[in-house]
T-cell receptor
Framework: DVKVTQSSRYLVKRTGEKVFLECVQD?????MFWYRQDPGLGLRLIYF???????EKGDIPEGYSVSREKKERFSLILESASTNQTSMYLC????????????FGPGTRLTVT | SQQGEEDPQALSIQEGENATMNCSYK?????LQWYRQNSGRGLVHLIL?????REKHSGRLRVTLDTSKKSSSLLITASRAADTASYFC??????????FGGGTRLMVKP
């Protein structure tokens, strides 16, 4: 059974803290993605990676960074958390090519107080 | 940026009825995919339709694609309470990236 796992389902952090969200996939996918999901705004792409140590900005990269040191692991980093980063964060992975589906993790609901 | 726009944004029906959701998009696509999201969870892939296909079935799901109108519809027949979820369309363009729409929230009342 293919799987994308995220390190936490719920996380509460204080403003200014450095936050790490971890994502691991077991499908040997080249591509990994981080989205945030807010009511009324749908899924917005933060960053994606198409290979180890490679990263590309998505639609809303400001305030975030990422790290991909190993193929199976993709981390999202909030350098200095702010209240407007309170959101649901979804990680996904996918094989390269047009006709592949994307596999999502269960999500991390982050609250910044 | 969103490529697909779902319509309606919310839909409430009785168990046993059919549910139809629509998706419109702006640019040419390679394929279009539909996903489902249960409350507070990740998205799960339902079905993929290629740009040269007009209709596809999977169990109680029927997807149509009209590339001339840049639109797709998802029909769920004989709905069940367990179908209550949000449904998203996602378009795949020449760059092989998925772009998701805003979703339709479906509630099926028992």
């Amino acid at each position: 059974d293919v799987k994308v796992t995220q390190s936490s389902r719920y996380l509460v952090k204080r403003t200014g803290e450095k936050v790490f969200l971890e994502c691991v996939q077991d499908m040997d996918h080249e591509n990994m993605f981080w989205y945030r999901q807010d009511p009324g705004l749908g899924l917005r792409l933060i960053y994606f990676s198409y290979d180890v140590k490679m990263k590309e900005k998505g639609d809303i990269p400001e305030g975030y960074s990422v790290s991909r040191e190993k193929k199976e692991r993709f981390s999202l980093i909030l350098e200095s958390a702010s209240t407007n980063q309170t959101s649901m964060y979804l990680c996904a992975s996918r094989s390269t090519g047009a006709y592949y589906e994307q596999y999502f993790g269960p999500g991390t609901r982050l609250t910044v107080t | 940026s969103q490529q697909g726009e779902e319509d309606p944004q919310a839909l409430s029906i009785q168990e046993g009825e059919n549910a139809t959701m629509n998706c419109s998009y702006k640019t040419s696509i390679n394929n279009l995919q539909w996903y489902r999201q249960n409350s507070g969870r990740g998205l799960v892939h339902l079905i993929l339709i290629r740009s040269n296909e007009r209709e596809k079935h999977s169990g109680r799901l029927r997807v149509t694609l009209d590339t001339s109108k840049k639109s797709s519809s998802l029909l769920i027949t004989a709905s069940r309470a367990a179908d209550t979820a949000s449904y998203f369309c996602a378009t795949v363009n020449a760059g092989n990236m998925l772009t998701f729409g805003g979703g339709t929230r479906l509630m099926v009342k028992p």
